[in-house]
């Protein structure tokens, strides 16, 4: 797990995202791609490699070979270039999410296109007719953007209906402050803060208020439990331990049955 101190410029640079935000970031030269997606450096330069891998490794699908690929929130780092070209290497057929500032600075897929716009409702039109017919849905470190902007069923609601039966959707890199709380609780955690900080201090106790922009471990459950409901399969998985923020983040896969 890592632990680095974080340049206050990036503190204050990725406070508070949203859509348009990012759409800046995007534009901003003096930016390297992974402040553009809204990290510092250090939590993903040289990681996106392994990021890929534990995706890869909780979705079979992407070993398929012509099969429809959405990711949305795509971004413009490594991660999203490394997509790009395992779906030319097995000929699948993607579809590329984001703003189109973010957007211009990734090359076009081999075989799909590029769609601009806030998902679901300005992407409604170009990927409705899609519908049931994509088996591999990725949306990576882009969810806790949406608890805060936008309406997480409705954007969960057309993941899932743009599945075809056996697709997978990953929601990726979700921040969990429940698991947050545990892992500061713990002696690992401990560990963690006082190198973090460079003090002896334990980390601050926590407190059982509602944190209207934190998403805890009710909102995983209750994902989980709407889509089950909905004739799905949905789990919640680890991250792979050398992940940078797995000590916090979990996934979650849907599979349409
Ligand atoms: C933290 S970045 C993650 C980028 C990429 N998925 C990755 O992990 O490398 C979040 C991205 O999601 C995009 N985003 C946020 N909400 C979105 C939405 N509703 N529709 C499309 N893109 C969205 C932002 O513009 C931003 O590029």
Do not use: W
């Not at 003090?199 to 059982?208: H, K, L, N, Q, V």
Request: net charge negative.
């Amino acid at each position: 797990m890592e632990q680095k101190n974080i340049p206050q410029a990036d503190i204050q640079r990725f406070k508070q995202l949203n859509f348009q935000s990012f759409q800046d970031l995007a534009q901003d030269p003096n930016l390297s791609p992974y402040q553009k997606i809204g990290f510092p450096n250090a939590y993903r330069e040289g990681k996106e490699r392994a990021i890929f891998e534990d995706i890869l490794a909780k979705m079979s699908n992407l070993q398929l070979p012509n099969i429809n690929v959405l990711d949305i929130g795509c971004g413009c780092s490594d991660l999203v270039q490394i997509i790009t070209q395992h779906c030319a290497e097995k000929s699948q057929f993607l579809l590329l999410n984001d703003g189109k500032a973010m957007l211009d600075l990734i090359p076009n897929p081999a075989q799909g296109a590029k769609v601009a716009g806030y998902f679901p409702q300005q992407t409604a039109d170009i990927l409705n007719p899609y519908q049931n017919q994509i088996e591999v849905i990725i949306t990576y470190s882009v969810f806790h953007y949406v608890f805060e902007e936008g309406n997480i069923y409705n954007f969960l609601d057309n993941c899932v209906n743009l599945l075809a039966p056996q697709g997978q959707l990953l929601i990726g890199d979700i921040p969990n402050v429940s698991k947050r709380k545990r892992f500061f609780a713990s002696e690992a955690g401990i560990k963690y803060h006082q190198n973090y900080t460079q003090t002896d201090t334990f980390p601050p106790a926590f407190s059982y208020e509602i944190a209207p922009d934190q998403i805890d471990d009710g909102v995983l459950f209750g994902i989980i439990q709407r889509y089950r409901n909905a004739g799905c399969e949905a789990y919640i998985l680890p991250q792979r331990a050398d992940l940078p923020m797995s000590n916090r983040r979990e996934d979650i896969l849907i599979v349409k049955n």
